[in-house]
């Protein structure tokens, strides 16, 4: 666990940023820079949820993997208990920040070792953080948490082939419960389930985190998903935060053009985001919505500020600057 807390938030991420830099195949070679995430703020209090919504593109799982430390960040930084994470950590420093937080990824094969029981998996990672906890206390505890994420002896004994998609999706909550952690990061942890299947293991996390006291930084591109297990949504555009605040706020009264399209063009009670390929070219200026944008203007030239509507909710684009308003004619 981090040590020399400040009192700031539970968790801060501030003006995170990843850039990659990829070899050109054309043009001559040479390298070119990918701006996957340009600094993204938010915070995050034990007990809260955040969700991060956005198309393929949009930088969203880039902030999921930075959470963990599966990537480095090239700027910005992520605050822990009032300690800021080393963009590469140490070994160690790698265990204890997965004390505090682990994550749930699409694919549960990921985590599950395909030759290893669900028992077996939820043993090991005790034995990882808990290395002085006796053999009935491991056990006690495996069986606490099959219980918890609703799996049985008879699951606990098989191998993750020999499991439902859904069955596997649980077993990878247990396991990464096992670490006792005080964050979950779900990265799109129920996209690739059928719907009630998906209803299901939302259900779970609801649960979990009343029951737990977890906070969850959920990345989806399903809007219903997210209002269903976030307080705070931030929707990303271009690895960008273009508007943030509370989801029912957000899913009501969107503001920036990119979110109100969001939710215009999905079908409801699905609302999962179109599947467009972002273009993460680096060298443009100004709005990055702007070439779709049917309210672009000249001032769109320049690129915006998240700009406060209100204390809890934000919109990255100049119609919201000064009390206009998408309609206003004045732009
Ligand atoms: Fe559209 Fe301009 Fe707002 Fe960008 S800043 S979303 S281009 S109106």
């Known amino acids: 666990?981090?040590?020399?807390?400040?009192?700031?938030?539970?968790?801060?991420?501030?003006?995170?940023?990843?850039?990659?830099?990829?070899?050109?195949?054309?043009?001559?070679?040479?390298?070119?820079?990918?701006h996957a995430v340009r600094d993204v703020?938010?915070?995050?209090?034990?007990?809260?949820?955040?969700?991060i919504v956005g198309e393929s593109g949009s930088g969203k799982t880039t902030i999921a993997r930075m959470l963990v430390g599966l990537e480095a960040p090239t700027g910005g930084k992520i605050v822990l208990e009032g300690e800021e994470l080393r963009p590469r950590p140490t070994r160690a420093e790698r265990l204890r920040r997965s004390r505090?937080?682990?994550?749930?990824?699409?694919?549960?094969?990921?985590?599950?070792?395909?030759?290893?029981?669900?028992?077996?998996?939820?043993?090991?990672?005790?034995?990882?953080?808990?290395?002085?906890?006796?053999k009935a206390e491991r056990d006690a505890r495996t069986g606490e948490l099959l219980d918890a994420v609703g799996l049985g002896e008879k699951e606990a004994r098989a191998l993750p082939r020999e499991l439902s998609g859904g069955q596997r999706q649980r077993a990878a909550i247990a396991r990464a419960l096992s670490a006792e952690p005080r964050i979950l990061v779900l990265d799109e942890a129920v996209s690739?389930?059928?719907?009630?299947?998906?209803?299901?293991?939302?259900?779970?996390?609801?649960?979990?985190?009343?029951?737990?006291?977890?906070?969850?930084?959920?990345?989806?591109?399903?809007?219903?998903?997210?209002?269903?297990?976030?307080?705070?949504?931030?929707?990303?555009y271009r690895g960008r935060a273009v508007e943030t605040g509370p989801v029912e706020t957000?899913?009501?009264?969107?503001?920036?053009?990119?979110?109100?399209?969001?939710?215009?063009s999905v079908p409801r009670p699905g609302m999962r985001l179109a599947r467009e390929p972002?273009?993460?070219?680096?060298?443009?200026?100004?709005?990055?919505?702007?070439?779709?944008?049917?309210y672009a203007f000249?001032?769109?030239?320049?690129?915006?500020?998240?700009?406060?509507?209100?204390?809890?909710?934000?919109?990255?684009?100049?119609?919201?600057?000064?009390?206009k308003e998408r309609s206003a004619n004045g732009r």
């Open 100 to 134: 505090v937080v682990q994550i749930v990824f699409q694919d549960p094969y990921t985590s599950l070792d395909p030759r290893q029981s669900v028992r077996r998996a939820l043993e090991e990672i005790q034995r990882v953080h808990f290395d002085g906890r006796a």
């Open 298 to 323: 000249e001032r769109c030239l320049e690129e915006p500020e998240l700009l406060e509507l209100d204390a809890a909710h934000a919109a990255r684009c100049w119609l919201v600057s000064n009390g």
């Open 41 to 51: 703020s938010f915070a995050l209090e034990p007990g809260a949820s955040i969700g």
């Open 192 to 236: 690739a389930l059928d719907v009630s299947i998906q209803a299901q293991i939302l259900n779970l996390l609801a649960d979990l985190r009343h029951e737990l006291g977890l906070a969850y930084v959920l990345i989806s591109h399903d809007l219903a998903v997210v209002r269903q297990v976030a307080d705070e949504v931030l929707v990303m």
């Open 278 to 294: 972002a273009s993460l070219a680096a060298d443009e200026e100004g709005c990055l919505f702007r070439n779709r944008c049917p």
């Open 1 to 34: 666990m981090p040590s020399g807390s400040t009192g700031g938030p539970f968790l801060a991420v501030e003006r995170l940023a990843k850039t990659f830099r990829l070899r050109r195949m054309l043009f001559g070679g040479g390298q070119t820079e990918v």
């Open 250 to 264: 957000i899913l009501h009264s969107p503001r920036h053009p990119y979110t109100q399209k969001l939710l215009e």
